[in-house]
C-alpha cells in the first residue's frame, strides 16, 4: 500500500504541475515574440482540422515544429514556427511577407477551403488568434458564383508591463483576392501583415477573461438558473414523493410480515416470500464485477475533474490541460476498478480472480480502443490533426502498461485480501423459486424504458450544454452548475433504482442484480438517441471525418453512461435489499 500511496501522490503533484497556470513570459522592448500557426478546418466540424501548411501560403524555407504537452496533441494541436516577425512593444506598418503563384491543384485547394468556410488558428504567447481565410458571395437573379481570399493578418496584442495580456487578429482591413473561375490563370498572391500594440491595466492574472469574452467563436454558455432550478425542483419533488410513498408501504409491509405466526403463513405473495432466493448469485459474476469496478472507477473520475475544474486548475491558456489531466487521473483511478471488482467477485465466491482482474482491465479499454482505431484511422486517411502521432500512441500505451494496468492489478490483489465473506441476513434455498409471469410494466424492458427516460429528463437540459461545448463552438466554464447536475443525476439514479428493486420483489421476481444495471444503464441509450437529434437538428456538422469521430466517441461516452449509472443503481439496489429483508423476523 505504500507504494500506491507514493504512486497517487506523484500523480497528484504532476497535475497541479501540470494544470498552475505560473506566472507567464516576460519580454523586453523589441524581443521576438514567437507566433505559430496551428490547424484549420471548417467552422461548423468542429474536430475537423488539419495542418496550417497544408494550405498554400507562405512557409519558412524549413518547418520547424513547437514541442506540445500530451493534451494538446490529444485536442489536435499541430503549431509550427511561422515567418511572422512580431516584436514586444513595436508597432509594425504593412509588411509583405511573401508573393505567393499557386498552382491549378493549389488554387482548388484554396477555393474548396474557402466554400467550406476554413478558419485558421494562430497562437502567440499561449493566446488564441482566430480568423476567417476567406469569404464567399452568391448572387441568384442572374447566378454569380464569388471566392474572396484574405491576404492580409493585422495583428492587435494588448501588454501590461512586460507580459502579452491578450491578442487579435484581424483580416478585413485590407481588399482580398479573387480566387473564382474568372480570375486569370497566372494568379499572384501577396502575403502582408502588421502588428499595433496597446497598453492595458488587465493583470496577468486576468488575461483568461478577456479570453473567454472572445467573439470568433460562439459565446461561453451562461448561466441558465431557471433551467437548473426547474430540474432541481422536479427531482426534488420527484424524490421526496417516492420516498415518502415507499416508507409508508414498507412501514405497512414490516408490520404485517412481522406480526403473529399465522398471519404470516397466510401471505403467499409479497416480497418476503422471496427470502430464499433474493440473495442468489447472479449469473456472469465476473462480468457484473467487472462492470461495477470500471463504473466506479469513472463516478471517481468525472467527481475530480469537475472538482479540479470548480477550483479552476484548467487555465485556458494552459492548452489541454483538461486532457492531460484526464489521462492521468484515468491511469491512477484504475486501482479504485481492480480493488471494487475484486473485492466484490470475491464476496460473491469467484475463484478465477486473475481472470477477473484481466476482464476488469480490459471492460472498456477494448472497447475504447476498437472505437478509437476506426476514428483514429479515418483521420489519418483524411491526413487530420485529430490523427495521434505514433509518439503520442506509444506514450499512452506505456502510461496504460505501466501505470494503469498494475494499478489495476494491485487494487485487485488488495481488493481480494480485504474482501468479506458475503453474509446475507437471509438463507439462499438449494432449489431456486419459479418466477411468475409478469405484466408487461413489471418486464425488464418497461422498467429499462421508465428508468432510462426518468434519468435523463434530468440532465436534458444542461447536456444540450454539454454536447454544444464538445461538438460545438461554446466555451463551457459552468463546472458549479455541472456538479449539482450530477449530484441530481445520482440522487434521481438511486431514487428509481430503489423503487423499482422494491416492485420487482413484490412482483416475484428476485433478478434484480442484473436487472438493476440494465434498468439503469439504459440512461445511455437515450443519451445516444439525443446525439443523434444533435447531430441532425441542432448541428451543421457534415463529411465522413466529423460524422465518424462523433458517432464514434459518442458510443464511448454512451457506454460509459452504462456503467456509471448501471453501478450507482446496482449498490442502491443491494443495500436497500439487505435493509428490508434484515428487518425481517426469520426462523
Excluded at 495 to 509: A, K, N, P
Excluded at 522 to 533: E, K, L, N, R
Aim: net charge positive.
Amino acid at each position: 500500500m505504500s507504494s500506491l500511496k507514493r504512486a497517487a501522490l506523484g500523480v497528484l503533484l504532476l497535475l497541479c504541475f501540470t494544470c498552475t497556470q505560473g506566472a507567464g513570459n516576460s519580454y523586453k522592448d523589441g524581443d521576438k515574440i514567437p507566433l505559430y500557426v496551428n490547424k484549420v478546418g471548417p467552422f461548423f466540424n468542429p474536430q475537423e482540422t488539419y495542418p496550417y501548411y497544408t494550405l498554400p501560403v507562405c512557409r519558412p524555407k524549413t518547418v520547424v515544429f513547437r514541442e506540445l504537452n500530451l493534451g494538446q496533441l490529444l485536442i489536435g494541436d499541430r503549431m509550427a514556427v511561422s515567418p511572422y516577425e512580431i516584436r514586444f512593444g513595436v508597432n509594425s506598418p504593412k509588411t509583405q511577407l511573401c508573393v505567393l503563384r499557386p498552382s491549378t491543384e493549389e488554387l482548388q485547394h484554396l477555393k474548396n477551403a474557402v466554400e467550406d468556410l476554413f478558419y485558421f488558428e494562430f497562437v502567440l504567447d499561449d493566446v488564441r488568434l482566430r480568423g476567417f481565410l476567406g469569404r464567399m458571395e452568391e448572387h441568384m437573379f442572374p447566378h454569380r458564383h464569388y471566392l474572396y481570399f484574405w491576404t492580409h493578418h493585422h495583428f492587435t496584442i494588448l501588454k501590461n508591463g512586460n507580459q502579452v495580456i491578450h491578442a487579435t487578429v484581424n483580416t478585413t482591413l485590407e481588399g482580398p483576392v479573387r480566387l473564382d473561375d474568372n480570375v486569370e490563370d497566372n494568379l499572384a498572391i501577396p502575403f502582408s501583415y502588421s502588428v499595433e500594440w496597446h497598453d492595458t491595466n488587465v493583470a496577468y492574472k486576468s488575461r483568461d477573461e478577456l479570453a473567454k469574452r472572445t467573439k470568433f467563436f460562439r459565446e461561453s454558455v451562461e448561466v441558465h438558473w431557471l433551467s437548473v432550478f426547474n430540474s432541481f425542483m422536479l427531482t426534488v419533488l420527484l424524490m421526496g414523493f417516492m420516498a415518502v410513498i415507499l416508507m409508508r408501504v414498507l412501514k405497512g409491509d414490516m408490520a404485517r410480515y412481522n406480526s403473529d405466526e399465522e398471519e404470516q403463513d397466510s401471505e403467499d405473495f409479497g416480497w418476503k416470500v422471496l427470502h430464499g432466493d433474493v440473495f442468489r448469485f447472479p449469473a456472469h459474476k465476473s462480468i457484473l464485477a467487472s462492470i461495477l469496478g470500471s463504473g466506479m472507477q469513472f463516478l471517481t473520475l468525472a467527481i475530480g475533474i469537475v472538482i479540479m475544474a470548480c477550483f479552476d486548475l484548467f487555465n485556458i491558456h494552459r492548452h489541454g490541460s483538461m486532457a492531460t489531466a484526464s489521462v492521468l487521473v484515468y491511469a491512477l483511478t484504475c486501482c479504485v476498478s481492480g480493488y471494487v471488482s475484486s473485492r466484490f467477485f470475491r464476496a460473491l465466491d469467484g475463484q478465477r480472480w486473475t481472470w477477473n482482474i484481466i476482464l476488469t482491465a480490459s471492460i472498456f479499454t477494448l472497447p475504447f480502443f476498437i472505437v478509437w482505431s476506426v476514428v483514429n484511422s479515418v483521420a489519418w486517411y483524411n491526413q487530420s490533426t485529430q490523427a495521434l502521432p505514433f509518439t503520442t500512441i506509444f506514450l499512452l500505451m506505456l502510461i496504460w502498461c505501466f501505470a494503469g494496468f498494475p494499478l489495476t492489478v494491485i487494487g485487485g490483489i488488495t481488493g481480494r485480501n480485504h474482501a468479506d465473506v458475503f453474509n446475507p441476513p437471509c438463507r439462499t434455498k438449494n432449489i431456486a423459486r419459479e418466477i411468475p409471469v409478469l405484466s408487461s410494466p413489471h418486464r425488464l424492458p418497461a422498467r429499462m424504458f421508465i428508468s432510462g427516460c426518468l434519468q435523463f429528463s434530468s440532465i436534458s437540459v444542461e447536456l444540450y450544454y454539454i454536447f454544444s461545448t464538445m461538438w460545438g463552438r461554446r466555451v463551457y466554464t459552468l463546472y458549479g452548475i455541472l456538479l449539482l447536475v450530477f449530484v441530481i443525476l445520482v440522487s434521481m439514479t438511486i431514487c428509481l433504482s430503489v423503487v423499482q428493486t422494491y416492485f420487482q420483489l413484490r412482483g416475484g421476481d428476485y433478478r434484480w442484480w442484473w436487472h438493476s444495471v440494465l434498468s439503469a444503464g439504459a440512461t445511455g441509450m437515450f443519451v445516444f438517441c439525443y446525439a443523434v437529434f444533435y447531430y441532425f437538428r441542432r448541428s451543421q456538422m457534415s463529411g465522413t471525418l466529423q460524422t465518424v469521430q462523433y458517432f464514434g466517441y459518442t458510443l464511448l461516452i454512451c457506454y460509459v453512461f452504462f456503467l456509471t449509472q448501471g453501478t450507482v443503481a446496482f449498490f442502491s439496489s443491494f443495500f436497500f435489499t439487505r435493509y428490508i429483508y434484515s428487518q425481517l423476523k426469520m426462523d
